[in-house]
């Protein structure tokens, strides 16, 4: 049987491979939209990066369990930070709720990470903070941001929706995995729950780089929409900007 390291290298490389093909796209799609192509290259290829750092055991850190790479969540973190920024712009939902919930995935991941490293009372307490953290995440996409976009066009609408979808379903099962891993209730072992992680990543970064791809014209409502630059407050990410 293939070993742990084999699982991330094989990850790493097919995220590599889409990080190229989403580059490629990038260069086909028109100016004014292009800079979320980048943004969607970034994450993927933050990931990718993540991944072959995995396997090649950097940045471990010594857990309640076996040794884990922190070089995942630095991943995450930039990869989740392009996934908010372009839920924030087709969903129009504003600045704030946009920083609202890249925190709140801040806090539900690096408070599971940090579960990873303790033990008795003080895991009990960051379990709480991390389901906080990702009761906060689903409250502000089913909430706020859901009702922002529905006030958009339809294009907008519908990307939205399948954005809310595939990210509340991929932070279930990674929340899932981790209450049940090594770690923490020890459910399951090392090699299955990273199998199923890996697993999940790949599907989740490869849904959103498809979703953003196939429904460009949802970027170019969300530029068009913009504020216009003679008012002094043009935004061209299309989020809100305070008068």
């Known amino acids: 049987m293939f070993d742990i390291s084999t699982i991330y290298l094989v990850s790493g490389a097919t ?16 100016d004014t939209t292009r800079r979320y192509g980048v943004v969607t290259v970034v994450a993927v290829a933050s990931m990718a990066l993540a991944y ?5 055991d950097l940045l471990l850190v010594e857990t309640t369990g076996q040794d884990q790479s922190v070089a995942r969540f630095i991943g995450y973190t930039v990869a ?14 504003g600045r704030a709720n ?9 806090i539900t991941l690096w408070g599971s990470f940090a579960g990873w490293l303790v033990s ?43 954005l809310k979808h595939l990210l509340l379903l991929a932070w279930l099962v990674l929340m899932i995995l981790s209450v049940t891993s090594e770690q923490n ?15 999940v990543d790949v599907i989740l ?26 008012t002094g407050n043009a935004r061209p990410d299309g989020l809100e900007t305070p008068q």
């Not at 946009?98 to 801040?106: H, Q």
């Not at 906060?136 to 907008?156: C, F, K, M, W």
């Not at 970064?205 to 003679?230: H, R, Y």
Request: net charge negative; proline share 2%; glycine share 14%.
């Open 15 to 30: 995220l590599g491979v889409a990080t190229l093909v989403f580059a490629t796209l990038t260069r086909r799609i028109p």
């Open 52 to 56: 072959m750092a995995m396997a090649g």
């Open 80 to 93: 989740w930070g392009g996934i908010v920024l372009l839920t924030g712009v087709v969903s129009g939902c």
């Open 98 to 106: 946009t920083i609202a919930l890249f925190v709140a995935i801040c």
């Open 120 to 162: 008795g009372i003080l895991e009990l307490a960051l379990t709480a903070v991390t389901i906080g953290g990702l009761a906060a995440v689903t409250y502000l996409l089913l909430g706020p941001i859901q009702r922002a976009a529905s006030n958009e066009s339809g294009d907008r609408m519908l990307l939205y929706g399948k």
């Open 185 to 199: 209730l020890a459910l399951l072992d090392t090699f299955v729950g990273q199998l199923v992680a890996s697993y």
């Open 205 to 230: 970064f490869l849904g959103f780089g498809g979703f953003v791809f196939n429904n460009i014209g949802a970027f170019e409502d969300a530029t068009d929409d913009a504020p216009s630059t003679t």
